[in-house]
């Protein structure tokens, strides 16, 4: 076996090992969701929190609250 099929043949072994993501299903943001965010975003409740209540990533809230101008500060 020459170093090029042998190269060849490790390349197709890790594809095949390798795992594929779930392809991440975007939602949109419903009215009954902006409202709770701000009304969560208002009592102070962090961005996890919120996040896991919406079924949403902290990243997502965050940027969504931004976007609306909101603050998700705990002070």
Known sequence: MNRTSMVMNM???KKAKTA????????EWTK???RQL???????TGVTKIAKMLKRTPGAT?????????????R
């Open 11 to 13: 390349k197709k072994t």
């Open 20 to 27: 594929k993501k779930a392809a991440s299903k975007r939602r």
């Open 32 to 34: 009954d969701d902006v």
């Open 38 to 44: 701000k009304t969560l975003a208002k009592q102070k």
């Open 62 to 74: 965050t940027v969504k609250a931004h976007i609306l101008g909101v603050s998700l500060s705990m």
